[in-house]
């Protein structure tokens, strides 16, 4: 628990600084999330902010709203739900998934779309080597059930002496190298 709450936080941060430093002029930009622009998908990370809240206290899924701009408020919430004890626990009534994979489903999305959010508006978004590791791990596990449940894209072909974010990034379907 303790080091993937560390992973989370450090993700959380960076995603909210990312954020935070986003102009209203970038915010029709496209990503490499195709269905989603800037603004979209910044909508999209507060609802998954919320879900993850939701998750950890054995709760329901929340409504999707529109982009409010408060994401780093929710992400602080995200990790004072993970910081329990019981969060870790059992399954989800909701997602039928144990807890621990609710908590790398979460880092997950911060790191992925916080790195769309930076490729899409041409800002640079590294992780540590170790989150980036647990990421591969995880992904490669999940990838048939992250494809099945429509979280995860095609795999994208990736060199195996890429870096470990890049490999991950393939997994889960995304290209390392795309441009807007």
Not at 34 to 50: C, F, S
Not at 90 to 118: C, E, F, I
Not at 141 to 147: C, N, Q, S
Request: charged residues 30%; glycine residues 8%; proline residues 8%.
């Amino acid at each position: 628990m303790n080091e993937m709450l560390t992973m989370m936080r450090g993700a959380a941060e960076r995603t909210s600084a990312l954020v935070e430093s986003l102009r209203d002029d970038e915010l029709g930009l496209p990503t490499p999330c195709a269905e989603y622009d800037v603004k979209a998908l910044l909508a999209h990370l507060e609802w998954g902010a919320d879900l993850f809240v939701s998750l950890a206290d054995d709760g329901g899924m929340p409504p999707q709203k529109e982009y409010t701009g408060d994401f780093r408020e929710r992400a602080e919430r995200m990790l004072a739900a993970w910081e329990k004890p019981e969060a870790w626990e059992g399954a989800s009534r909701t997602m039928g998934l144990p807890k621990p994979v609710l908590a790398n489903m979460a880092l997950t999305d911060l790191v992925a779309h916080g790195w769309d959010l930076a490729k899409a508006t041409g800002r640079d978004y590294g992780v540590e080597e170790r989150t980036a590791a647990a990421l591969l791990e995880f992904a490669s596990k999940m990838a048939p059930t992250g494809r099945e449940r429509g979280a995860f894209g095609p795999e994208v072909p990736v060199p195996d002496d890429a870096p470990v974010l890049d490999r991950f990034l393939g997994v889960i379907g995304r290209d390392p190298a795309w441009k807007p």
